[in-house]
């Protein structure tokens, strides 16, 4: 399995793996753009585009990449007339971002499936692709603590908390922790815990 994750295994299992509600950053998003009309987005790792489909509700123009076929089948059923998101089946090391292309870069859960050099690759790139202005948000699973039971083969790279923030130090941190998450994945139902660094940064 290397570092899919089991995440296909899950897509093809069930219509919706990740639920329909945006991750925990994108809830909070409007403390800081209290308006997103408008927005250029890139959901990269996407799965089965919560996130997605939260930022083209509240108006902006979405990019949604992932390289699971079936996560985008799931998606695409979920949400039929999603017409400001455009769904690619896409490895995102071989897109090509532009430069300064986006308003809001997601990367909600890929980090940590990618090794550690493209890592720093695509966070480059990905700023680079990134307006003035422009924020990034980032959920990665981190060195502290993983119980990877529910994930078994799963090698997923796990930087420390300090290195994802070094990947920013010239961004302005608006908001970053280092928090568990417990969660049970509906095709095998086991609980088990994630130590996730979550970040909004912003480009000056
Ligand atoms: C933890 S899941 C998160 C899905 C989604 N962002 C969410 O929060 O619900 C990580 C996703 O990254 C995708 N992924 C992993 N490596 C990728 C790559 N090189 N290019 C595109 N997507 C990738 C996986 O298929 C999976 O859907």
Not at 11 to 35: A, H, N, T
Not at 82 to 111: K, N, P, Q, S
Not at 132 to 159: I, K
Request: net charge negative; aromatic share 6%; proline share 4%.
């Amino acid at each position: 399995m290397g570092r899919d994750g089991g995440y296909e295994d899950g897509y093809r299992s069930c219509d919706c793996f990740w639920g329909r509600e945006p991750g925990s950053l994108l809830q909070i998003l409007p403390r800081f753009r209290p308006s997103l009309a408008g927005l250029r987005v890139l959901d990269a790792g996407c799965g089965e585009g919560k996130n997605a489909i939260a930022m083209a509700r509240a108006g902006a123009v979405v990019e949604a990449v992932d390289c699971s076929e079936a996560a985008i089948r799931n998606a695409l059923a979920a949400w039929p007339d999603a017409d400001r998101v455009c769904w690619r089946v896409e490895d995102v090391m071989a897109v090509d971002l532009g430069h300064e292309t986006f308003d809001l870069v997601i990367l909600y859960g890929l980090l940590h499936c990618l090794s550690e050099s493209e890592i720093r690759t695509l966070v480059h790139r990905c700023k680079l692709a990134t307006a003035s202005n422009g924020l990034h948000v980032v959920v990665a699973f981190n060195s502290r603590s993983q119980n990877l039971e529910a994930h078994p083969g799963f090698d997923p790279t796990l930087l420390n908390h300090m290195d994802y923030l070094h990947l920013y130090s010239d961004w302005r941190i608006i908001c970053e922790n280092d928090s568990d998450l417990s969660e049970t994945h509906p095709h095998n139902g086991i609980p088990h815990t994630h130590s996730l660094t979550r970040l909004i940064v912003e480009r000056q």
